[in-house]
């Protein structure tokens, strides 16, 4: 029987906290490329990273996990020192992951619908659908997050009955897109430069965006559940990206 990739990045990122080495087995050291601007490349940057955070006595929960092609994207929950939300992305070849990105914040909330950043569905569903909701979620961020045709979000949401999952925000989109609107002198506004890259499973798709949060330089990753091609569910995680003076391999966040 066939090991999915979302399955051996499961017990790669469950690993964290368990020390298992047969998992890290999974990654092809000598061929790794890391997007963490915070940790050294190639294996020696691999094994300093696990071993610093074995010492925390880490909790990992893979909430969710998809593949798409070469690529597995995962929602995880962490509490090192500080309890954290985090999306993961892996490129694989022959196999083994031999690229990684994430973006990682500390946890909020609840919001104001009361709910959390990882809690909801994780079954996929709509297989069939993969591809159009794939294209869905890459035009909602083009026309509407980056191409700022915010009057345009009520056309590729569920409005009312869309579920938010921002710690910021209650549900429905009109609250959404008043954030949006936020000038960018506020600790809160959001301004989307790029979309980098888009993936999906089914109902399930996550955007990896380039921007600013209150003014600085972010990471700004989008997980979608698509309902009828609509989002119908949305989780995000926001992280500003060290001056490159401060990063610890050449490879850059995407």
């Given at each position: 029987?066939?090991?999915?990739?979302?399955?051996?990045?499961?017990?790669?990122?469950?690993?964290?906290?368990?020390?298992?080495?047969?998992?890290?087995?999974?990654?092809?050291e000598a061929r790794y490329i890391q997007h963490n601007p915070q940790t050294h490349e190639g294996s020696d940057g691999l094994a300093v990273l696990?071993?610093?955070?074995?010492?925390?006595?880490?909790?990992?929960?893979?909430?969710?996990?998809f593949e798409d092609g070469d690529f597995v994207f995962a929602h995880t929950e962490y509490d090192f020192t500080s309890?954290?939300?985090?999306?993961?992305?892996?490129?694989?070849?022959?196999?083994?992951?031999?690229?990684?990105?994430?973006?990682?914040q500390s946890r909020e909330g609840p919001?104001?619908?009361?709910?959390?950043?990882?809690?909801?569905?994780?079954e996929v569903t709509e297989l069939e659908h993969t591809d159009a909701n794939r294209d869905r979620a890459a035009q909602f961020v083009s026309e509407v997050l980056v191409g700022g045709a915010f009057d345009r979000l009520d056309a590729f949401t569920t409005g009312d009955a869309l579920i938010q999952h921002d710690p910021a925000l209650p549900d429905g989109a009109a609250a959404w897109r008043e954030a949006l609107a936020l000038p960018e002198s506020d600790s809160q506004s959001l301004r989307y430069d790029r979309l980098h890259r888009t993936f999906?499973?089914?109902?399930?798709?996550?955007?990896?965006?380039?921007?600013?949060?209150?003014?600085?330089?972010?990471?700004?990753?989008?997980?979608?559940?698509?309902?009828?091609?609509?989002?119908?569910?949305?989780?995000r995680t926001f992280e500003h990206i060290a001056p490159r003076s401060e990063w610890k391999n050449d490879n850059g966040k995407f």
């Open positions: 029987m066939t090991t999915r990739n979302t399955d051996k990045i499961r017990a790669l990122l469950k690993s964290i906290e368990t020390g298992d080495p047969e998992a890290v087995a999974v990654v092809n696990f071993a610093r955070l074995a010492t925390t006595h880490p909790r990992v929960n893979v909430v969710r996990a309890r954290r939300i985090g999306f993961e992305l892996f490129r694989f070849e022959d196999g083994q992951a031999v690229e990684h990105w994430d973006n990682i919001n104001p619908s009361g709910r959390s950043m990882a809690e909801g569905p994780t999906a499973e089914g109902n399930f798709a996550i955007c990896q965006c380039e921007g600013r949060r209150g003014g600085e330089h972010a990471a700004l990753y989008h997980l979608f559940r698509l309902a009828d091609g609509l989002i119908a569910e949305h989780w």
